[in-house]
């Protein structure tokens, strides 16, 4: 088992490395991408401050990354670590609705959780949820669930290394 979990982590370790050589690249928009949603509301510098990963200020078990999707809309992910075996996941598509906030409308919110070799169970516990996410300042997001407002008083940093602590 212990062998397992070792190739586990550092399979993990080279897809978080991959995605962070990527991170340019996914945060850019292609040429005319911007689409009616984003068109005149965000500009590429700008896009660029809201895309990565992020991290609570406080306790640090909460992380959020954001990325570009196609025609200008976001996609955001949110993951809560509940002990060393589940996680809550909340994933959304969002669109920014001013140059501070993106929106969304989409959110599914699941419990992960795992078992020695991989997930044991995935159980939905919303679907359709509502909220927002934004930038204070350049380095400061916030998170808005209007479900049940989880990101309530949460302030999240840059995640210094897409390494550190795991989810």
């Given at each position: 088992?212990?062998?397992?979990?070792?190739?586990?982590?550092?399979?993990?370790?080279?897809?978080?490395?991959?995605?962070?050589?990527?991170?340019?690249?996914?945060?850019?928009?292609?040429?005319?991408?911007?689409?009616?949603?984003?068109?005149?509301?965000?500009?590429?510098?700008?896009?660029?401050?809201?895309?990565?990963?992020w991290e609570d200020?406080?306790?640090?078990?909460?992380?959020?990354?954001?990325?570009?999707?196609?025609?200008?809309?976001?996609?955001?992910?949110?993951?809560?670590?509940?002990?060393?075996?589940?996680?809550?996941?909340?994933?959304?598509?969002a669109r920014p609705?001013?140059?501070?906030?993106?929106?969304?409308?989409?959110?599914?919110?699941?419990?992960?959780?795992?078992?020695?070799?991989?997930?044991?169970?995935?159980?939905?516990?919303?679907?359709?949820?509502?909220?927002?996410?934004?930038?204070?300042?350049?380095?400061?997001?916030?998170?808005?669930?209007?479900?049940?407002?989880?990101?309530?008083?949460?302030?999240?940093?840059?995640?210094?290394?897409?390494?550190?602590?795991?989810?």
């Open positions: 088992m212990g062998t397992l979990l070792k190739f586990a982590g550092r399979l993990l370790v080279a897809l978080l490395l991959l995605a962070a050589a990527q991170f340019g690249a996914a945060c850019a928009l292609p040429d005319g991408g911007q689409g009616a949603s984003a068109k005149g509301i965000l500009s590429q510098e700008r896009i660029n401050e809201f895309c990565g990963f200020s406080g306790t640090k078990v909460v992380r959020i990354n954001v990325t570009t999707a196609e025609e200008g809309w976001f996609g955001l992910e949110v993951s809560w670590r509940r002990n060393s075996r589940q996680v809550d996941m909340w994933t959304m598509t609705v001013s140059k501070d906030t993106l929106e969304y409308a989409d959110c599914s919110h699941y419990l992960l959780t795992y078992g020695d070799k991989y997930i044991e169970s995935e159980e939905v516990l919303y679907q359709n949820g509502t909220g927002r996410v934004s930038l204070v300042g350049k380095d400061t997001l916030t998170w808005q669930d209007d479900q049940e407002h989880k990101g309530d008083g949460l302030l999240f940093v840059p995640l210094s290394s897409p390494l550190g602590g795991g989810l």
